[in-house]
Each structure stands twice: as C-alpha cells, then as structure tokens.
C-alpha cells in the first residue's frame, strides 16, 4: 500500500489541448478578442450598424403573404370597412369622427388576413360598440322572482281585502 515504484511510466502526450488540463485552458473567442482594441470596436460597430441583406419580412405583412400581394388586398378590405361603417353610422346613429375611425379601423383588421386574436378583438370592439348585451339569465331570474312575489303580495292583499269586507259584511 505504501509503495511508490522508483520511475513513473511514461505517459503519451495529450492529443487535445496543451498541457495536463485542457479544459481550463484560457478560452480563445473571436468576438471577446475582437472588441479587446479600438479598430475591433470599430469594425464591429460597423457590422451591427450595416442594413442586411434579407431583412425578412416587413412589419404589417402577414405570414405567408408578400408586401406587393398584400397591398391591392389591404386596399379592397379598407374600401369595404369604410362602406360598413358608413351603413352602421346611418343604422346606429354615430356621429363621432373619433368612433367612426375607431369602427373602421376594428373592421378592418376584422376583415383582413392575420393573427385570429386580433382579428376576434376587433370582432368583439364593433359588437360591444353596435349591439346592447344580453341581460344575465341570474338578473332575469332574480327579476321575475321579484315581479312573482310582488304579484302574490298584491294577489294577497286583494284576497285579503275582499275577506275582510265579506265578513265585515256578514257580520254586521
């Protein structure tokens, strides 16, 4: 247990790395380096501030669709919102600029291709603005309780009155 041969055997050289521990070898980053003088720095700002080739898509145009496709379609879905907003104004009686725009524009993303979320917002925006809510079936039910008990307590009253006059009547 205690013995410790005379000559370690020799070990083959790492094949990564240089030395024992490649691992903590200090790392090498192109980028790191790069911003470590003043003509790095430089050139890396020029990198970040260059347009780029392939910029994607434009912002307002959706998936699946090219800004030169989507514009004759976005044209004939305002024309269109501006006519429904317009036969709305005369149905509904609004005169407000600020709501008529306010319509036209929720008609618009409701009629236009893109993201469903939007386009059920804008669909719920033009309903609470056109139609009147429903009343709750709990305010109903609590409204025609009400209207039956009044009605016994009238009923009541009336058959009560009426007994009473009958037997003052037969009494006298």
Not at 15 to 21: A, D, F, I, L, N
Not at 90 to 104: G, H, P, R, S
Not at 128 to 149: C, G, I, M, R
């Amino acid at each position: 247990m205690g013995f410790k041969p005379n000559k370690p055997r020799a070990k083959s050289p790492s094949r990564v790395g240089q030395g024992k521990h490649p691992q903590k070898a200090p790392k090498n980053n192109y980028f790191a380096n790069l911003m470590k003088t003043e003509e790095g720095r430089a050139l890396r700002r020029e990198w970040s501030t260059k347009p780029r080739k392939n910029a994607g898509r434009p912002k307002g145009v959706p998936d699946g669709y090219r800004k030169e496709q989507i514009e004759p379609i976005r044209a004939k879905v305002k024309a269109e919102a501006k006519q429904v907003v317009e036969i709305m104004a005369k149905e509904f009686n609004i005169e407000d600029e600020y709501a008529k725009t306010a319509l036209e524009t929720a008609v618009e993303v409701m009629r236009m291709v893109g993201d469903n979320r939007e386009r059920v917002a804008a669909a719920r925006l033009v309903l609470d603005f056109t139609k009147q809510k429903p009343a709750s079936k709990s305010e109903l039910a609590v409204s025609k309780a009400e209207d039956f008990l009044a009605g016994l307590l009238t009923d009541e009253d009336m058959d009560g009155q009426e007994a009473g006059r009958s037997s003052q009547e037969t009494a006298h």
